[in-house]
């Protein structure tokens, strides 16, 4: 509520209404009538505009965008719905054998959750647990499946080769892997 209603930028009733249901917003201005309640009010509003300011919304993960990306065949594939060959999986990754492999051994490596990253460049300081987990899930199974030496690779956009909005690393080995790549 303070996000959307402190006293510089107050939102008219109605829209309030429509945000957090009538009942709730006059219990809400009820309580403003108390001091002590007024006061946190104020200190978090306070501690919300300055985040606007600073532009920290952007940087927390959903805040103001939606994935308006399209579900990808990942998502089935995630869901069990399509089958795949899963090489290692938790709760917050899958790992599992591609369909057209372009080396003897290449694996995907996706995040169960897409959230926003659709693509790496959508990532932000808040995906770093996802994508610190992503690449040592790579070093374990590489080491487990015995992959030696291998290339990890990301297609960021069509004109890098990305065809599957879901973000994913390709584990490529098995073969010499010449440099620099095509
Ligand atoms: P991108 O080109 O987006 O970097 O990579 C997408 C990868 O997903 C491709 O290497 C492609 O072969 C793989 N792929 C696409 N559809 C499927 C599928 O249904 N199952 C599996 N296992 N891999 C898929």
Redesign the pocket.
């Known amino acids: 509520m303070p996000k959307f209603s402190p006293a510089e930028t107050q939102l008219p009733t109605e829209e309030l209404d429509k945000l957090a249901g009538p009942k709730l917003v006059s219990w809400y201005k009820r309580m403003l009538s108390q001091p002590s309640f007024a006061k946190v009010q104020q200190e978090i509003s306070d501690a919300l505009s300055k985040w606007d300011e600073n532009n920290r919304w952007a940087g927390i993960l959903h805040a103001g965008k939606r994935d308006e990306a399209e579900q990808t065949?990942f998502d089935k594939?995630v869901a069990k719905s399509?089958p795949?060959?899963v090489v290692f999986e938790d709760d917050k990754v899958l790992v599992?054998?591609?369909?057209?492999p372009?080396a003897p051994t290449?694996l995907?490596v996706i995040p169960k959750r897409r959230e926003t990253l659709s693509q790496l460049r959508f990532a932000t300081a808040e995906h770093e647990g996802i994508l610190g987990h992503m690449l040592a899930v790579v070093a374990k199974v590489a080491s487990e499946e015995g992959l030696g030496d291998y290339r990890l690779v990301v297609?960021d956009g069509r004109g890098a080769?990305?065809?599957?909005f879901h973000l994913?690393m390709?584990v490529l080995a098995g073969r010499p892997l010449t440099w620099p790549p095509g």
């Open positions: 065949i594939i399509i795949s060959q599992f054998k591609d369909i057209n372009q290449h995907l297609n080769g990305q065809e599957v994913h390709h």
